[in-house]
């Protein structure tokens, strides 16, 4: 009975099936970013095609413009042909598309072959939360939640700064990275299974795998958003750059190094996720989330150092890390097993909406009335969501009384 005892209380990540799951889940932050250090160099390699300028700044968001309209139909393929198929079809699909820009003889094929990235992040990430919430449940899917932002997090670190090196070599070498894929591969062919699709006869269905029974309302609403957090989180990979260019900083260092800090900041405090949700509750969470992108982004306005710079950074970070696991953890809860898949997919599909449409709304912001009054406005924005978390809380545990 002790053996017993221990071995469920083992920490979630020393569970092959996690382990398999979070390889996936840092592929999904490899497939934007990654062939960013490679740009310029891919535009001088093209530098004959009239729309280089323009097709090699398309290559970064390309898989985000898939992810976002194929997720959904991704999700429903997830339950209904199971999780485990589209996974590793997912996977195979990610590195042979990834890699295909070693050989691709043009910008326009290797474009193409960015969006066909995308429709297998969509299957890797939608395939991914529903075996999160198949596998886990209670504080373990809390735990696992969590562990996917710092998975996600330091994956990016990791892949972007190895980017970096092998760009130096050739523009075309970063593609090569994707190719470690398959190297995960053996290990989620192994552990990954789909669940059980049905319950013996006359057994009684379990809350969990029942649902809620407004989850479509509720989902939709989370879908929103996180839609939305996702817009003003982007502001960061998108308009530092310039940002910083604007204040006089070398840009392409400056860049690299406070994002960096983001990514630190977040897998860190991902990994604090599943302590403060269990000593907060989901409201407390946002609240605490949210308010520390508000502070960042007040730092933003405020920033007459390098250090404060840094500081804002770390906040937004670890501000959007301790939301983010919320957003699954929930969808997980509220959706009914055999539609967590497609639950999942809408989820997946509003996070790149949000990327998509953030530059789209932000630029013409920033050209009308400048960086200041942007994040001064994001910070009154993120403090006004962190006061309704908070009163949302307030109004629960009044209810609960």
Known sequence: MQVIQQTLERPVWLDGRALALLLAASLTTMANATISPALPGLERLFTDDPNAAMLTRLLVPAPSLSVALFAPFAGLAVDRFGRRLLLLWGVILFAVAGCAGLVLPDLPSIFMSRLVLGVAVALIMTAQT??????????????MTGLQISARNFGGLVFISLAGWVAAISPRWPFAIYGLAIVFLPLMWMVIVDPRRSQAPGAKATSDAAGHPSFVLLLSLLVLLQALTNMIFFVMPTQMSFF?????????????????????AGGSFALIYPKVQRATGYAGIFLIGYAAMALGFLLLVLAATTPVLFAAAAAIGAGYALVSPSFVALTLNLAPLRHRGVSGGVLTASIFIGQFVSPLLVTPLIAWHGYGTLFGGTALLLAAMAMAAGLAGAAAKVRRR
């Open 244 to 264: 910083l260019e604007a204040k006089g900083y070398d840009a392409a260092m400056m860049t690299g190094a406070i994002l960096g800090t983001v990514m630190l």
């Open 130 to 143: 529903a075996l999160v919430g198949d596998y886990f449940s209670g504080d373990k899917r809390s735990a």
